[in-house]
């Protein structure tokens, strides 16, 4: 059920209980400040009115709005060079079938495309990609499992420059974020490319999983204090009522939505879009 369908449910035909509302929009992954927003707009109002369900629902709406970018500025090509994505994330969150998505989106649009198979520690992640290139018609650079993933990127960077590629999408190995050394990694992976481009990568992306909860804003968190995250590609945002980590990673963060995912096929990714999220999502 959507969030704001189950907020007129839950609180419909009896009086506000405060300890409750808290708890219902603490544990729809909104976060603690966001809940506290919402709730204490509801008491302002409740000074001069009854609390009734559509209040709550409407209150809420209005303060999500409020933090929501509506339309996140969106990644286009550079002028004379290949525009980096560097796609990041723990395992399991469906990071390089999300890279595969995102090298489909931009094909699909008119724009070419070359993808960098960069997590060498999981050969099955090389194979992947490589089924999934075949299946885009698009090139991938790779090299032999437990390669440097720092100087794949930097070759792929020279290949995409070559072939006047427009997008290099660099998937990078699964990993957890409380490791420093694998985070630390990362940093040697953009440093490499900043030796073609002091401004590469120009996207840094999370993959999370949205069903994860509050476990994917600590995710958020460690990633972007370590490498400087632009945006998310949020997986599994279905309509299910779990949306609410893309507000409380953008309230506490700042970091928007770019892509969600809401399938498998490899269609299933769209531009977020604020407003669409808000109605029918949320």
Partial sequence: MRFFQSLVQKFSGKPVDWDELEETLIRADLGVPMAMRILSALRQRSQHATIMANDIAEIAR????????????????????????????VNGTGKTTSTAKLAY????????VLLAAADTFRAAAIEQLAVWADRIGVEMIRSHYNADPAALCYEAYEAADK???????????GRLHTKSNLMAELNKVKRSLAKHDAKAPHETLLVVDATTGSNALSQAREFHQAVGLTGLIVTKLDGSGKGGIVISIQDELGLPTRFIGTGERLEDLSLFDGRTFVEQLL
């Fill in 105 to 112: 989106y931009f094909k699909h649009n008119r724009h070419s």
């Fill in 62 to 89: 209005e303060e999500i709005v409020r933090i929501l970018p509506l339309a996140p500025n969106p990644i286009t090509p550079l002028p004379a060079k290949p525009k980096v994505l560097l796609i990041v994330g």
């Fill in 163 to 173: 072939r006047d590629i427009e997008f290099l999408l660099c998937d990078t190995a």
